[in-house]
């Protein structure tokens, strides 16, 4: 192989390796404490979209006049963001006052490896010699039992003459 072809076969893979990268944005959802349930659902949806797309959202929470006297409500709004986007994200931040802003940050959870759970039974049966795997923990604990082969059944010789033309 010459060194021009090992450069670009390089290059190459590091290009398809750029193509599957993705970068991680900061999404920002916009509340407020007299919000509607529609609207905060609405809003919610959309952090949900920006979470399964694994960025993360930060979620902010602005006061204006009068209701700065309540920030509790504030919090209790962050609270029932949180309980909302439990089953997409985690709470990176806790939610913080800045000003007549309350702001928190979101962040997806852990993606799972379905894609990698497969590859790996298949090669573990191909070193084991097509051995079955036990599912589960306590299966794990006992030892596979492997089956007997089955018995080879002859046929009697006159049977056998009398099935051919």
Same mark, same amino acid.
């Given at each position: 192989?010459?060194?021009?072809?090992?450069?670009?076969?390089?290059?190459?893979?590091?290009?398809?390796?750029?193509?599957?990268?993705?970068?991680?944005?900061?999404?920002?959802?916009?509340?407020?404490?007299?919000?509607?349930?529609?609207?905060?659902?609405?809003?919610?949806?959309?952090?949900?979209?920006?979470?399964?797309?694994?960025?993360?959202?930060?979620?902010?929470?602005?006061?204006?006049?009068?209701?700065?006297?309540?920030?509790?409500?504030?919090?209790?709004?962050?609270?029932?963001?949180?309980?909302?986007?439990?089953?997409?994200?985690?709470?990176?931040?806790?939610?913080?006052?800045?000003?007549?802003?309350?702001?928190?940050?979101?962040?997806?959870?852990? #993606?799972?490896?379905?894609? =990698? *759970?497969? @590859?790996? $039974? &298949?090669?573990?049966? !191909?070193?084991? %010699?097509? +051995? /079955?795997?036990?599912?589960?923990?306590? #299966?794990?604990?006992?030892? =596979? *039992?492997? @089956?007997? $082969? &089955?018995?080879?059944? !002859?046929?009697? %010789?006159? +049977? /056998?003459?009398?099935?051919?033309?």
């Amino acid at each position: 192989m010459d060194y021009g072809k090992f450069k670009y076969e390089q290059s190459k893979r590091e290009r398809t390796a750029r193509k599957k990268q993705h970068v991680q944005q900061l999404k920002e959802v916009k509340l407020r404490p007299k919000i509607d349930d529609h609207d905060f659902d609405f809003k919610i949806q959309h952090a949900r979209e920006f979470l399964a797309a694994r960025d993360k959202v930060k979620v902010t929470l602005t006061f204006r006049g009068r209701e700065m006297a309540h920030p509790e409500l504030g919090h209790q709004m962050m609270q029932r963001v949180i309980a909302d986007l439990a089953d997409v994200g985690s709470p990176e931040s806790i939610p913080r006052s800045e000003g007549r802003t309350l702001v928190m940050v979101v962040m997806p959870k852990p #993606a799972k490896t379905g894609a =990698a *759970a497969p @590859k790996a $039974p &298949a090669a573990n049966a !191909a070193t084991n %010699a097509g +051995a /079955a795997k036990p599912a589960g923990p306590a #299966a794990a604990a006992k030892p =596979a *039992a492997a @089956k007997p $082969p &089955a018995p080879v059944v !002859a046929k009697p %010789a006159a +049977a /056998a003459e009398k099935s051919e033309p």
